[in-house]
């Protein structure tokens, strides 16, 4: 368990790498990205504990309620850490001679397979580290969900995997410059970044909660395991997932972010392509 101080209180949160092997991803990619992921979700945990537990005006926790909302604290967490920068809806083509421009008035066919727009690029600007292309999906975990959410959040992991798996399939093309690429020491990586809310009902919570909430913690991270295994078992990418996350037992009040529900934790999960 890992602490941050936000205006003078302890918040906690932690680093889960057990399904993550760093050596998969490069001589010292991996082990950098794992450095950058750690700071990288303490990062977007204090930015977000701030405005959902002393911003005056606005009560929420951008990070885990809707995905677009997620965008800001992604950045400004980015932007944050030492020689990285990130760039949002980066356009790439899997085409050589089409040009973003071109793509804005040819834009007919949302489902072109030569063409995407990526949620994010995230680069070492001294070409030393990582980049990486993310693809963003906010899902949600109900600690006593049913059959039928738990079925609805899988397809959105699934879907999230896919595209992943596209930008990896097709990454080389996105360096125009040979003679730039050269010189290029990057370790080049795809994220399937994943944010949700850990929850449940107010009325059907237990006195066992918090381990009920890790066990269902534990059972997202199988679910991300499994639905990319099953989608990467015909390619040689390999793949490992990290997450961070925050325990909300004194983020909000009565641990209560929507009417009616206990949010007992935040998590960010990014399975890793290569």
Request: proline fraction near 1%.
């Amino acid at each position: 368990m890992e602490k941050f101080v936000v205006n003078g209180k302890y918040f906690n949160y932690w680093i889960d790498d057990s399904y993550y092997k760093p050596n998969k991803f490069g001589k010292s990619g991996g082990r950098i990205f794992k450095k950058f992921f750690k700071q990288f979700c303490k990062n977007c945990f204090k930015i977000n504990v701030d405005i959902a537990c002393f911003c005056k005006s606005y009560e929420d926790f951008p990070l885990v309620s809707r995905e677009k909302t997620a965008y800001a604290s992604i950045c400004a967490s980015v932007e944050s850490i030492k020689d990285y920068h990130i760039i949002s809806e980066l356009f790439f083509k899997k085409a050589e001679n089409n040009s973003a421009e071109q793509y804005d008035k040819q834009n007919s066919e949302q489902n072109d397979e030569n063409k995407r727009f990526v949620d994010f690029f995230i680069f070492n600007k001294e070409n030393k580290g990582f980049e990486a292309m993310v693809e963003v999906k906010r899902i949600y975990k109900n600690i006593y969900g049913n059959k039928e959410q738990t079925q609805n959040c899988e397809v959105l992991i699934k879907n999230c995997i896919k595209q992943t798996k596209w930008y990896v399939k097709n990454y080389k093309t996105l360096f125009v410059n040979d003679e730039k690429a050269k010189g290029d020491k990057n370790e080049r990586l795809c994220l399937a970044l994943f944010l949700a809310p850990i929850f449940c009902k107010e009325k059907k919570a237990k006195d066992s909660l918090n381990d009920d909430a890790k066990n269902a913690i534990n059972d997202l991270n199988k679910a991300i395991l499994n639905i990319g295994e099953e989608e990467l078992k015909d390619s040689n990418i390999k793949s490992g997932l990290i997450a961070g996350v925050l325990d909300c037992s004194n983020v909000f009040l009565n641990n209560s972010l929507w009417d009616g529900e206990i949010i007992t934790h935040a998590y960010i999960g990014a399975l890793v392509l290569k």
